[in-house]
């Protein structure tokens, strides 16, 4: 049977909500347990080590510098963020990311009840 538009979008709407309030649940348990502050803490600290932190530095003075160069109006940290955001996240070495996923799943795996979730 062919599943119109509406029902395929409202099928992937569900989806989404379900994977929102799957996210939502680790992260509080990940909270409850201490893990969480651990997690962004080890993730902090390979980010520095990785010397992306120095290179977004760099990029955001950059970015700075230029703004000022053309119009004083564009420095506001607004702006600023949205246009660094974009790249910071895709700037992230790949090592990074692996290692992260890695530990993530591996503390979810160990310390988190998923059995809870689905009751």
């Known amino acids: 049977m062919l599943m119109s538009q509406h029902e395929g979008f409202a099928e992937a709407e569900g989806s989404k909500r379900s994977t929102n309030a799957s996210h939502d649940y680790i992260r ?6 201490g ?3 651990a997690l962004q803490n080890k993730l902090k600290e390979d980010l520095k080590e990785s010397g992306w932190c120095d290179d977004l530095k760099e990029q955001c003075k950059e970015v700075m510098r230029s703004r000022a160069r053309k119009s004083s109006t564009d420095l506001n940290v607004e702006a ?3 246009e660094l955001i974009k790249n910071a996240q895709s700037t992230v070495p ?3 990311k692996t290692d ?3 530990k993530l799943k ?3 795996l160990k310390d988190v009840d ?3 979730y689905n009751a």
């Not at 509080?28 to 347990?33: G, R, S």
């Open 28 to 33: 509080a348990k990940l909270a409850e347990n």
């Open 35 to 37: 893990q969480r502050e």
């Open 80 to 82: 600023l963020t949205k």
């Open 94 to 96: 790949v090592r990074v």
């Open 100 to 102: 992260f996923m890695a």
């Open 106 to 108: 591996e503390v979810v």
């Open 114 to 116: 998923l059995t809870e």
